[in-house]
């Protein structure tokens, strides 16, 4: 059974900084490519960030470059989304997803899913 389970969500004021981790199992964890991303209540679910399956290669949205870090750890099956900088257009659910395609940015694209972690960031 594939479980992808988000953690480090939280309140935070803008210009702070959290750190989500999503923990997974069932999956062929290294050689897949892993993404985040966030929905905002009223909005459509956006890409935030994703790293191929060595980590070799990450690709941020443009909104989040320079503030959001994605990482990976093959050894724990486990992928991470530093976040610094927050703003408040940053609030949102976070999920971390699983795609094949090394390239892949659209939901759509991605077949295994999380529940989500939510991030409120407060001006």
């Known amino acids: 059974q594939v479980q992808l389970v988000e953690s480090g969500g939280g309140l935070v004021q803008a210009g702070g900084s959290l750190r989500l981790s999503c923990a997974t199992s069932?999956?062929?964890?290294?050689?897949?490519?892993m993404g985040w991303f966030r929905q905002a209540p009223g909005k459509e679910r956006e890409f935030v960030a994703s790293v191929t399956w060595s980590g070799g290669a990450t690709f941020n949205a443009d909104s989040v470059n320079g503030r959001f870090t994605i990482s990976r750890d093959n050894a724990k099956n486990t992928v991470y989304l530093q976040m610094n900088s927050l703003k408040a257009e940053d609030t949102g659910v976070y999920h971390c997803?699983?795609?094949?395609?090394?390239?892949?940015?659209?939901?759509?694209?991605?077949?295994?899913w999380g529940q989500g972690t939510q991030v409120t960031v407060s001006s």
């Open positions: 069932g999956l062929a964890f290294s050689s897949r490519t």
């Open positions: 997803a699983a795609a094949r395609d090394a390239w892949a940015k659209r939901p759509e694209q991605y077949d295994a």
